[in-house]
């Protein structure tokens, strides 16, 4: 197995907390090559036209002619700290996340987050008279969808109970911490992206309510990208056509009932044991598991 096979088996091993990630990350080390590249060459310019086509910009006429760009400022990111912090907080509140719902969620969650984001983003900008003073303001950063999937998961277990250093901390107190903290910094600086991580943070709480209800309001989304996915994976190739032969022999009358009773009896056994660890979250929470219910819990959560 050369070194792109083994890339491509890590990355297929991921849970898809760790591909979003890996995707961020990718990105911003490509963006630090090419500014190097650009550098040496003195070719700065081609390198601000490719970040215009992907950031997110104030004007809603140039928004009109770059529609993508609602979501590709998602994976951009202005420096280092900037990715950094995003990125820890994803890494968290992603696993937290994936103990409850699947990673087709989380991905709804993450990029609804980026739209709702972006277009609290597009409305201040073109709405409050303060910034109405000429300058080309643009966005870029996860931290619309970190907030839509942090503040999702603290609106479905509000009361999961979180080891910070000698403390125990409950995890909507979390999330009402960065939404205070966005709040008041929105006349201090960054109020457009401040404004933009509200915009996600609004959108995973009203997610939650809404599944709360029996409504998936990103079913539609999720269903879109089924078919985008469709259209890019690799049809089968139709095998031929083998004659098949009647085994004349007469089935075993236990096997077949037998190995379904034992798939459903495992099934139930596999449920019965979630039921229990996420009464014990409820309980006592997340960080009273053991290492053993942790990892089962994240894996039952991939299937």
Same mark, same amino acid.
């Given at each position: 197995?050369?070194?792109?096979?083994?890339?491509?088996?890590? +990355?297929?091993?991921?849970?898809?907390?760790?591909?979003?990630?890996?995707?961020?990350?990718?990105?911003?080390?490509?963006?630090?090559?090419?500014?190097?590249?650009?550098?040496? $060459?003195?070719?700065? %310019?081609?390198?601000?036209?490719?970040?215009?086509?992907?950031?997110?910009?104030?004007?809603? !006429?140039?928004?009109?002619?770059?529609?993508?760009?609602?979501?590709?400022?998602?994976?951009?990111?202005?420096?280092?700290?900037?990715?950094?912090?995003?990125?820890? #907080?994803? +890494?968290?509140?992603?696993?937290?996340?994936?103990?409850?719902?699947?990673?087709?969620?989380?991905?709804?969650? +993450?990029?609804?987050?980026? =739209?709702?984001?972006?277009?609290?983003?597009?409305?201040?900008?073109?709405?409050?008279?303060?910034?109405?003073?000429?300058?080309?303001?643009?966005?870029? %950063?996860?931290?619309? !969808?970190?907030?839509?999937?942090?503040?999702?998961?603290?609106?479905?277990?509000?009361?999961?109970?979180?080891?910070?250093?000698?403390?125990? #901390?409950?995890?909507?107190? #979390?999330?009402?911490?960065?939404?205070?903290?966005? $709040?008041?910094?929105?006349?201090?600086?960054?109020?457009?992206?401040?404004?933009?991580?509200?915009?996600?943070?609004?959108?995973?709480?009203?997610?939650?309510?809404?599944?709360?209800?029996?409504?998936? =309001?990103?079913?539609?989304?999720?269903?879109?990208?089924?078919?985008?996915? @469709?259209?890019?994976?690799?049809?089968?190739?139709?095998?031929?056509?083998?004659?098949? +032969?009647?085994?004349?022999?007469?089935? !075993? @009358?236990?096997?077949?009932?037998?190995?379904?009773?034992?798939?459903?009896?495992?099934?139930?056994?596999?449920?019965?044991?979630?039921?229990?660890?996420?009464?014990?979250?409820?309980?006592?929470?997340?960080?009273?598991?053991?290492?053993?219910?942790?990892?089962?819990?994240?894996?039952?959560?991939?299937?």
């Amino acid at each position: 197995m050369n070194f792109r096979d083994k890339i491509q088996h890590q +990355y297929n091993m991921a849970g898809m907390t760790e591909k979003l990630i890996a995707i961020n990350v990718l990105v911003f080390v490509i963006f630090i090559l090419l500014r190097v590249v650009s550098f040496l $060459f003195q070719a700065e %310019g081609w390198l601000d036209l490719i970040r215009d086509w992907l950031i997110l910009p104030r004007q809603l !006429s140039e928004f009109i002619y770059k529609p993508w760009t609602i979501i590709s400022y998602a994976f951009l990111h202005a420096d280092f700290w900037h990715i950094l912090s995003n990125m820890i #907080i994803l +890494y968290f509140s992603g696993r937290f996340f994936l103990t409850f719902f699947s990673p087709k969620r989380l991905l709804n969650y +993450y990029f609804l987050g980026a =739209i709702a984001g972006g277009v609290f983003f597009l409305a201040s900008y073109n709405i409050f008279p303060v910034f109405a003073d000429g300058k080309n303001y643009t966005l870029v %950063g996860a931290s619309a !969808s970190v907030m839509a999937i942090l503040v999702g998961v603290a609106a479905y277990s509000p009361h999961m109970m979180l080891r910070f250093f000698m403390f125990n #901390i409950k995890l909507w107190w #979390i999330a009402a911490f960065f939404v205070i903290k966005d $709040f008041v910094m929105i006349p201090v600086e960054n109020p457009g992206g401040h404004i933009a991580h509200l915009g996600g943070a609004a959108l995973g709480y009203f997610y939650t309510t809404q599944l709360a209800q029996g409504r998936d =309001i990103g079913a539609w989304f999720e269903k879109l990208m089924d078919n985008i996915s @469709g259209i890019f994976s690799k049809k089968k190739k139709a095998t031929p056509f083998k004659k098949v +032969y009647k085994n004349k022999r007469k089935p !075993s @009358g236990k096997r077949g009932p037998f190995s379904a009773q034992t798939s459903k009896s495992d099934q139930a056994e596999k449920q019965k044991k979630i039921d229990e660890i996420l009464d014990k979250i409820s309980k006592n929470g997340y960080e009273s598991l053991s290492k053993e219910e942790k990892d089962f819990l994240f894996n039952a959560g991939k299937d």
